[in-house]
């Protein structure tokens, strides 16, 4: 999501039929801010198909 | 008396497990009223697999450490034939036909289980005040939180009810209860312990392990517990290991991380001394200790909170149609949940890689980190806001600040008593390990536990 640009989610969640209130709209928006950081920090050599899967973390067969 | 202690009585015939079950019962009546621990007592299977258990011993069949003791499972976990109610109105009358893999394996391992324990409404909270089955209340503290939301687990230890009981943790609901309870709790490594048969909350932050009075009774149930189960698709196939730390333990040569950064920020000034002072006793034992810088445990816990938004309104969806059978915390937790962006789901998921590398590297300096389960201690019921060094925070985000994100990487933590704050109330210590170092941890615990 490009930054600066401030999520209006009280629309989304009516547009979605999704009756939240103030409470709900609040902590997205604070989870909103806060999760910045994180998409800042990730870089193209986070994502799964350029990272070896550890062999401790191998799928069950 | 510990499962061990007992596990010795039973078999020098000084005790019986139908007594142990009686008076395991009779506790649980006698408390019920006060704590609200149980949500089920299965007083007649109980007595009855009591008498096997003891009819079993007699004919020299022993089952192991296990073997005719009374134990607990959190109200999530499938039980045949007996009410299984995620501490929610839409499964208040649901009757699985099949066992847990968990609760099998201890079933089959000579456990008796005496009832179901109470939980916060889904496992989607830490307060155990459940609106539809009423809150479940701290035997070190009626007016207080247990935590959760194996909250009804840790009370059932805490005040003396049951020797083992079996807990869930998706952002610490094993560690919190462990921690404001003052007992010990077990959250393993991802896909050690299958999850096969028990509600789930979050697909991918979903643990189960055991919680006791002690750390070699926790060792004692994970060995039963642990093990790759081809039911649940996260479980590892990977070899047992022995848990049980031995009689006598050293610490000599053990790399020990006090965390320079983040878990001892905005803390109890006496819980920051406790879990210093559990460091110096792991020093006195011969641990090496070292101070070292932890990834950025505030971007975690918000990676870990989106995760667990999008995976629990994905797992409970399709019964939000009737609003009314929600609590208004779970119900707030559902909405934000269907509201988070794929992108930023997607953005987590690349995050928790990146973050679990960077565990792997701190890893290689010490063999496992000590960090404070909670800055606070457990807050009173209904207290929405707590006050740490004259600061306000949400208690729910307080209490969760220093568990939830490790979840996130799937590392194992052991949770134990750090001793009493002033008000009276225990502290938690969690020991934070590499994956599938439960053994080490439990070493490290037990060493701490014996010179107590």
Known sequence: MPENVKTDWRAIAQARGIPAGDAVVKSLETLDQGFAAVRAMLRTEDDPILQPVPENQEPAQ | ?452
């Open chain 2, 1 to 452: 008396m510990t499962i061990l202690e007992t596990a010795a009585a039973l078999r020098a015939s000084k005790l019986s497990s139908v007594e142990l079950v009686k008076d395991s019962l009779r506790r649980i009546e006698n408390a019920q009223p006060t704590w609200n621990a149980f949500l089920t007592i299965t007083a007649g299977q109980a007595l009855r697999e009591a008498q096997e258990a003891d009819d079993e011993l007699r004919k020299g069949k022993d089952r192991g450490p296990l073997h005719g003791i009374p134990i607990a499972h959190k109200d999530l976990f499938f039980t045949r034939g007996v009410k299984t109610t995620a501490g929610s109105k839409v499964y208040a009358d649901f009757v699985p036909d099949f066992d847990a893999t968990a609760v099998r394996k201890l079933r089959d391992a000579g456990a008796v289980m005496v009832g179901k324990t109470g939980l916060h409404e889904l496992a989607y909270g830490i307060t155990s005040n459940n609106p539809h089955f009423g809150p479940v209340r701290n035997p070190r503290d009626p007016e207080r939180i247990p935590g959760g939301s194996s909250g009804g687990s840790g009370a059932a230890l805490a005040g003396g009810l049951v020797l083992m009981a079996t807990g869930t943790d998706t952002g610490g609901s094993i560690r919190c209860p462990a921690a404001y309870c003052g007992i010990v709790g077990l959250k393993p490594t991802f896909g050690l312990v299958s999850r096969f048969g028990v509600f789930p909350l979050g697909y991918s932050l979903d643990h189960i392990g055991p919680m006791t009075t002690s750390v070699r009774d926790a060792a004692a149930a994970l060995q039963v517990m642990a093990g790759y189960d081809a039911r649940d698709a996260g479980s590892v196939r990977r070899p047992a290991d022995n848990y049980m730390p031995p009689r006598e333990v050293s610490l000599m040569g053990v790399r020990i991380g006090l965390p320079a950064n983040f878990y001892f920020d905005r803390i109890d000034a006496e819980v920051r001394v406790a879990i210093q002072a559990m460091a110096k006793r792991a020093a006195a034992l011969g641990a090496i200790i070292t101070e070292v810088r932890v990834p950025d445990i505030a971007q975690l816990n918000l990676v870990a909170r989106v995760t667990l938004l999008a995976e629990a309104s994905t797992v409970h969806e399709k019964n939000l149609a009737d609003r009314s059978r929600f609590g208004a915390d779970v119900l707030a937790l559902l909405d934000a949940g269907r509201l988070v962006p794929a992108t930023d789901y997607l953005h987590a998921q690349r995050a928790r890689r990146r973050f679990a590398a960077e565990f792997r590297a701190l890893f290689h300096q010490v063999d496992c980190l000590f960090a404070p389960a909670a800055p606070i201690v457990a807050p009173r019921i209904g207290e929405a806001t707590v006050l740490i060094n004259g600061e306000a925070e949400d208690a729910r985000l307080a209490t969760t600040r220093f568990l939830r994100g490790i979840n996130a990487v799937g590392l194992p933590v052991l949770s134990v008593p750090a001793g009493n704050h002033s008000s009276g109330l225990p502290m938690g210590l969690q020991i934070i390990g590499k994956q599938f170092s439960e053994a080490a941890l439990l070493r490290v615990g037990a060493a701490l536990e014996d010179v107590k």
